[in-house]
């Protein structure tokens, strides 16, 4: 099969969408497909290369690191994409976002009747950090405007795909018309997996953090929509000299949060470990206590799911798909969203009780089990195949394990 991927943000960038988008697409090429993936050119100008079997054409863009350091965007671009269309013929064409070059892309495949699915990463949260002057008052007209800025693109699709039954259900309420299936993003579980042997003293110690104390860890992008905020004042509440709260990753609201660290007097308490190199983060995840995502804005959260893998306990806040991820008191804790008091009160259950911990992990690792990349490759082949034969509602009706977090087999939604 041929199979034509497009998206704004794809490898080098480090957020959820890129990563799936190049484990998606390299994926695909191990089993045989042909791929070819079209992004903005993290270079300004355009070329193109081959990576892992992946035939890549970056196009020309233009930067707005002032918003975001990973942020680019190719404008105008209709006729690159027709040239690469008539040249490749791909057999479907698969969006991962509403923005520029993907909205050319339906525009033109569309004319040019090719079959089009779209993955939706996308919450209009994901982007009010960095708009300013939106106000309480403001927020309700900012959301209708931003969903159907995404449902304008996404409407002309033939079947779109979400993380997360949550995240599915969320598209239909917020008024789209056509088939959704949930299918997770995925992980690799031969990366990640428990590793009851590693040296976690070793470990913690290279990134600045104190083996004796029971390590709370965030890792991903240090944004404003990740409220990592609420952990700060959390620790604050806490005023414990047992636990540190470690967030490792970089982003815009960097200094933002070590400054908040510094107003809170939260001193070692709170720990910005940078950057984790790829090799080390399986390494880091298996040695910290308890995993924490805040994000009031997580479609699925892969991060959560590679520290789950890892046989993690996970502090979660109860927001969108998250409480998908955690069982309440069996392998973790969900705390309302933006309530730094209810964060605390979670943290302390889980640092009084670490012999909780190893069956917290278990069951942590079991309901990461069904996320594995190779499930989720073999989910997409399905759909892209019915999408082909025009019979992909009958997915719908396919045998697949009510146990699974979310499956092609669960079409949300009919057929236009």
């Not at 800025?149 to 995240?167: C, G, H, I, P």
């Amino acid at each position: 099969m041929k199979i034509l991927i497009a998206g704004t943000a794809t490898y080098p960038a480090l957020n959820g969408q890129a990563v799936f988008t190049e484990n998606l697409a390299k994926g695909l090429a191990k089993r045989g497909h042909e791929v070819l993936s079209i992004f903005p050119s993290e270079k300004g100008k355009a070329y193109q290369t081959v990576l892992e079997d992946v035939h890549i054409e970056a196009l020309k863009s233009f930067d707005l690191n002032r918003i975001h350091s990973d942020a680019y965007v190719s404008l105008f671009s209709q006729g690159a994409i027709q040239k690469i269309l008539k040249s490749f013929k791909p057999d479907v064409v698969h969006i991962q976002d509403h923005f520029p070059l993907s909205r050319d892309m339906v525009q033109v495949a569309r004319r040019n009747g090719n079959k089009l699915i779209g993955t939706n990463h996308y919450m209009p949260e994901n982007l009010a950090g960095y708009v300013p002057l939106i106000s309480k008052n403001m927020k309700t007209v900012y959301n209708r405007v931003m969903w159907g800025w995404m449902l304008e693109v996404y409407n002309r699709l033939d079947v779109a795909t979400a993380q997360s039954r949550a995240s599915a259900n969320l598209l239909k309420a917020q008024g789209l018309r056509i088939p959704v299936f949930p299918v997770s993003c995925g992980i690799n579980l031969q990366r990640f997996y428990p590793q009851p042997d590693v040296d976690r003293a070793a470990i913690l110690t290279r990134f600045g953090l104190d083996p004796k104390r029971k390590i709370f860890l965030f890792v991903g992008r240090v944004d404003y929509e990740k409220r990592l905020d609420v952990l700060l004042r959390a620790m604050s509440h806490l005023k414990r000299d047992d636990i540190q709260l470690a967030i490792a990753g970089h982003g815009q609201a960097q200094d933002h949060l070590q400054n908040l660290a510094k107003e809170l007097n939260l001193g070692e308490r709170a720990h910005f470990s940078g950057f984790i190199p790829a090799d080390d983060l399986p390494l880091l995840l298996n040695s910290a206590d308890v995993f924490c995502m805040p994000s009031e804005a997580e479609l699925l959260s892969i991060a959560s799911l590679e520290a789950m893998a890892c046989a993690r306990p996970v502090l979660l806040a109860n927001a969108v798909a998250l409480p998908e991820l955690a069982t309440d008191g069996i392998n973790g804790y969900l705390f309302r969203p933006g309530d730094p008091l209810d964060a605390a009160r979670c943290m302390a259950l889980l640092a009084d009780h670490p012999e909780q911990w190893q069956s917290m992990g278990l069951v942590s690792l079991e309901k990461a089990r069904y996320h594995g990349m190779d499930s989720t490759l073999k989910q997409y082949e399905a759909i892209y195949t019915a999408l082909l034969a025009g019979t992909y509602a009958n997915l719908a009706n396919a045998s697949m394990s009510n146990t699974r977090p979310s499956s092609a087999g669960e079409l949300i939604g009919s057929k236009r």
